[in-house]
């Protein structure tokens, strides 16, 4: 296991320095594609919407940043085996491996964009709290969530090529329906594009956390046995097609 984790660690690493080699600001392009969104949009969709501008902007730059991580993980999960197929052919290494750097990969960039976002908010003067440590408690269930949705989307996209394109595009629309951009109001919570979004959970857990806000103490509890319930089922889906894998390449 502790094997598998490394090798992800050095295919994630190695990922990265891949596409940024000899860029100026290499992974920072990131963070600056988000910086810019918000400092372009920030002000237009508040005036939009009605909302101060100073609650606002940490709204939308914290729900672009997890956002950004989940679609990020998502999205390029499709390709995760069909990019490494010989490793897979050769059965060298674990296929989990490949979903394991996607995560751990996307998860650099989201740090990185976390303290690019969070510094330049506080430095604007913008009034928020520091992070709590129960913001790194609450993370872990999410990673294993969107774990399994790596798994689950490199398997389909596998299996049955055109998935990957019809992914891509519920991604897109999944954006508009999540409140990333737009908040919530008590009418709103009720309706099944909301309560049933488990995006919505995804993105709006930690982003309360860092706005500092409060969370049921139902969320603390449920939150890890899902995510751990996630974690399992993606190793056990893994090694109940792992021998097909070889077969769908």
């Given at each position: 296991?502790?094997?598998?984790?490394?090798?992800?660690?050095?295919?994630?690493?190695?990922?990265?320095?891949?596409?940024?080699?000899?860029?100026?600001?290499?992974?920072?392009?990131?963070?600056?594609?988000?910086?810019?969104?918000?400092?372009?949009?920030?002000?237009?969709?508040?005036?939009?919407?009605?909302?101060?501008?100073?609650?606002?902007?940490?709204?939308?730059?914290?729900?672009?940043?997890?956002?950004n991580?989940?679609?990020?993980?998502?999205?390029?999960?499709?390709?995760?085996?069909?990019?490494?197929?010989?490793y897979?052919?050769?059965m060298?290494?674990?296929?989990?491996?490949?979903?394991?750097?996607?995560?751990i990969?996307?998860?650099?960039?989201?740090?990185?964009?976390?303290?690019?976002?969070?510094g330049?908010?506080?430095?604007?003067?913008?009034?928020?709290?520091?992070?709590s440590i129960?913001?790194?408690?609450?993370?872990?269930?999410?990673?294993?969530?969107?774990?399994?949705?790596?798994?689950?989307?490199?398997?389909?996209?596998?299996?049955?090529?055109?998935?990957?394109?019809?992914?891509?595009?519920?991604?897109?629309?999944?954006?508009?329906?999540?409140?990333?951009?737009?908040?919530t109001?008590?009418?709103?919570?009720?309706?099944?594009?909301?309560?049933?979004?488990?995006?919505?959970?995804?993105?709006?857990?930690?982003?309360?956390?860092?706005?500092?806000?409060?969370?049921?103490?139902?969320?603390?509890?449920?939150?890890?046995?899902?995510?751990?319930?996630?974690?399992?089922?993606s190793?056990?889906?893994?090694?109940?097609?792992?021998?097909?894998?070889?077969?769908?390449?």
């Open positions: 296991m502790l094997a598998n984790l490394v090798t992800a660690y050095h295919f994630a690493v190695f990922e990265i320095h891949g596409r940024f080699k000899r860029s100026v600001l290499g992974i920072l392009w990131y963070a600056l594609s988000t910086l810019v969104i918000v400092l372009g949009l920030g002000p237009l969709y508040a005036s939009i919407f009605g909302h101060p501008l100073d609650e606002y902007f940490g709204y939308l730059a914290f729900g672009l940043v997890f956002w991580f989940f679609q990020g993980v998502i999205s390029e999960s499709t390709a995760a085996y069909q990019s490494n197929h010989t897979i052919k050769d060298v290494i674990h296929p989990a491996v490949f979903n394991v750097a996607v995560v990969k996307h998860s650099f960039i989201w740090l990185q964009n976390i303290v690019v976002v969070y330049l908010l506080m430095v604007i003067g913008f009034g928020f709290t520091l992070p129960w913001f790194f408690v609450y993370f872990g269930p999410v990673v294993m969530v969107v774990l399994f949705g790596s798994v689950a989307s490199a398997l389909i996209s596998l299996r049955y090529r055109d998935f990957a394109n019809i992914i891509n595009l519920l991604l897109q629309i999944l954006f508009f329906l999540t409140p990333i951009m737009w908040k109001r008590p009418d709103i919570l009720g309706l099944s594009v909301v309560k049933y979004n488990p995006v919505f959970y995804l993105v709006s857990l930690p982003r309360n956390l860092l706005l500092g806000e409060n969370i049921s103490i139902w969320v603390t509890v449920l939150s890890w046995p899902v995510g751990l319930c996630c974690l399992w089922a190793f056990w889906i893994i090694e109940k097609y792992r021998r097909e894998l070889v077969f769908w390449l």
